[in-house]
Each structure stands twice: as C-alpha cells, then as structure tokens.
C-alpha cells in the first residue's frame, strides 16, 4: 500500500517526485496518465495524497481528479496539481472537485515536504 | 556537420543582450569591399565567417544555424565564382545567396543556373542595396527585443530546473533560415496566444544528454538510463517551457476562432538529410544554449530552441497586448487551497 500515488506522463517528473519522496521515507506509487490513475486509486484506496499532471494523454488531470470524487466515489484523498499549467479557470475546476493544492512546476520538494507528511499522516 | 569549424570570424556586431542577430558566410577576396562589409554588418546586426571559395562549402557544411551566405562575382584570381554559387545554392537551397558584382554588370550577364541561384546582387560600394537584400530576407520578420528577453528568461529557467547543478549559458539570439537538425533527437510543440501560432522546437544530441543523466544531474533518478530517459528529459524541458509561455502570453480564445477557417500546414521532415519544413521560409528566431559542468568531468551539451511562427505573426498586437500579459508565475510552490 502506497501512501503517495503520483501520476504523471514524464517518466522524468515521476522519477523526480517519487525519488525525493521515497527518501523521505514516504511510500509511493505511480501511474502514466489519469486513466491508470484511477485504476492505481481503485486498487489502491488507502493512498492519502495523489500529486496529478493536468496535461496528460488518455485522461487529463482535473478528470481524473473529477472521476475519482464521482465514480471512485473516494472523497477524502488528498489531490495536488503539479503542472506547468496556472490558468484561473483550471483552478477553480479543480477546486471545486475538491483539491488541496496547486504547484507549477518545475517541483521543489523541500517547499512541500512538511504540507506532505501532514497530509499522509 | 554538428560541430562547427573555425573558420576566420568577421568583427562581431555589438547589439544589446536581446537584440536579434543572424549569422553569415561572406566568401570575399577583396579588402576594400570586406571592409566596407564589416561595416555594413555591423549596422545590419550580422555576425560573419569569412571562407575562401575552396574552404566555403566546408564551412557550410559544419554550420546549421545561417541566415545567408555573401560572395563576391570574381575570386581572387580573377575566375568567377558561379560554379561555387551553384554548388552552395544546391547544398543549402533555404539560404540567401548574395552576390557583389563589378559597376556595370547586373543580373541579366549571369548564367541562368547562377542568376535562378541567386536571392539578388549588389554592386561594388553599393551597400545601400545590399542592406535592402539584408532587410529583405533576413530581417522582414521583427521579434520585439522584450519577448526575445522573455522566451529566453522562461527556457534558462526551465534548463535549470531540469539540470541540476549545471551551468546554463546562452549566446545571443539569432534568426536562421536554415531548416536543418541538430543533433539526433528533437521535441516539437505547438504555441499559441493571440498574435502568433507556430512551434517551438528543442534540438539536442542523446549522448551528451545521457551522460547528465548518468551523472545523476537531472530529475530522473535510474541506474541504466536509456534513451528513452533522454527523450523523457526533454519532454518535461519543452512542458515547462510552453507552460511558461502560456502561463505569460495566455491562449488564443477558443471562442475566436469558431466559424474561421484555422489554418494548418504539413510539417516536412526529410530524415536522411536532417532536413525539417514547417512551410514557411520565414525567418526562424534560434537560441543556442550550452549545459556545462562546472566540475568539469562532463562534455558540454548543447541544445538549440527554434522558434517557427509560420501560423501566425503579428508583434504588433505583443506590443499591445503585452501590458495585459499575465505576472510571471512563481513556480515550485505549493498554493494551498
């Protein structure tokens, strides 16, 4: 069981993250676009923090995000966006499926850490 | 053909840090019309590398971001040059070929094959006219100095994040009109906002890449990097880079576009000759980055970002609209919700 899922297109992002969690001492799972997301979310329900691209192939992001609250049914995860992407209007998409957090990249772990291991707590 | 000889380089223009220049072959014998050329170059914001007739195709051949190529009707000993012009017309047929002919001889005493060679000719002293040819072909597309200055701060920015620990330098701006690769891989993605749609395309060697990579300077962290880790490199280098433009410049309305006819051009690219067409012989704006490793146990890589708005172009509405343009994002930190 993960504590983290994070679910990005470039392998270069999510050997980025998933390395500087991992040694953290922070467990983590990832996936390709948004669609294996919701597989991994669905296999995996007791994840407590997913990090999500916007853009992705086969599923954007704030889809996912949307889907997990709707179909997977799961309301309580934490949801982050990391993304190149800072548009109000995908913002406020997102907040209204219930997001934590927005982070333009490029990613800067040691400015998440603490918010991290309080949400996977 | 991916490292450039050293051939005799002309006075270099002394424009500000982001002014666009264009670089040059000038195969001139003469020291009187080459002085007179320096000249010239300097107020036209050109960098040259001077080549003899022999050593010319060579230079040619090692150089892939030129603007135009300067020769002179005669060489030194007299013999004419169509032969050459020929051959450098048929070896890089994108480039301009400008040609200085003797007071009173025009196009019409040339061969065919030489004057269809041709972009135009000059004469002798006649500088005025080679400045036309100059603001003809070279600079007849205007890339206002603050959005060069502003693409170039949004890619080193992006070039550090993803090389870690690396030094990042760029040379000036330049505007090339050669359509050749650079290295083995490239990305290429569309941008857009309300005065331009093109590509920007990121040009760079696998090897060079790999070995930061191996070096543990970059964001992915495996042991047996391939070059699917390079290509995974430069994928998130353009990400970043487009979402900076379009986090600055925004959009073009989905809502403006509807009923209009959206244009869309074949991109062309020829493998065997590193040749890629996006349609358009416009001038295309270049940046020539180089990653080094200031422990020096690395080889430089080099990565070159083209710019081709062969869509859209219009840097009048920039200048109008770039009072409106959105604050740089910070990036790297988390907004809490």
Known sequence: MAQVLVVDDSDAVRSEVSGFLSKNGITVATAVDGKDGLVKIKGDPGVKLIFADVNMPNMDGLTMVEKIRSEVGNKTVNIIMLTTESDAGMKERGKAAGIKGWIVKPFNGANVLDAVKKMVA | MNSPLNPDVMAQPTPSEHEVLSKVIVVEHDAQSLAAMKACFE???????????????????????????????????????????????????????????????????????????????????DYGRAKELIETYLFSRHYPNEFVSEIKG???AALRASFKGMQVEVEQPYIVKDKLIYGELFSLIPLESNWCRGYMMLQSEE????????????????????????????????????????????????????????????????????????????????????????????????????????????PEKYDESNQNVNELVSSGELELF
């Open chain 2, 154 to 156: 949004m890619t080193l």
């Open chain 2, 43 to 125: 107020e036209c914001k050109l960098g040259g590398y001077r080549a003899s007739p022999e050593s010319a195709p060579a230079v040619l051949g090692a150089n892939i971001d030129l603007g135009a190529i300067f020769l002179s009707e005669v060489d030194g000993n007299g013999h004419d040059c169509f032969a050459l012009v020929h051959a450098l017309h048929m070896a890089r047929p994108d480039l301009p070929v400008f040609m200085r002919m003797a007071p009173g001889h025009g196009v019409e005493d040339l061969p065919e094959a030489v004057s269809k060679a041709l972009a135009g000719v000059y004469a002798t002293g």
């Open chain 2, 207 to 314: 090897e060079k890449i790999l070995d930061i990579i191996r070096a543990k300077k970059t964001t992915v962290n495996t042991p047996e990097p391939t070059f699917r880790h390079v290509n995974a490199v430069l994928g998130e280098l353009s990400n970043m880079v487009w979402g900076s433009f379009k986090n600055r410049y925004g959009l073009k309305s989905l809502q403006d576009g509807l009923g209009q006819v959206r244009v869309e051009i074949p991109i062309i690219v020829n493998h065997m000759r590193k040749y890629i067409s996006f349609g358009s012989d416009d001038a295309q704006l270049c940046f020539k980055f180089t990653v080094t490793d200031p422990d020096g146990k690395l080889d430089s890589s080099v990565l070159y970002q083209k710019f081709i708005f062969s869509l859209d172009w219009a």
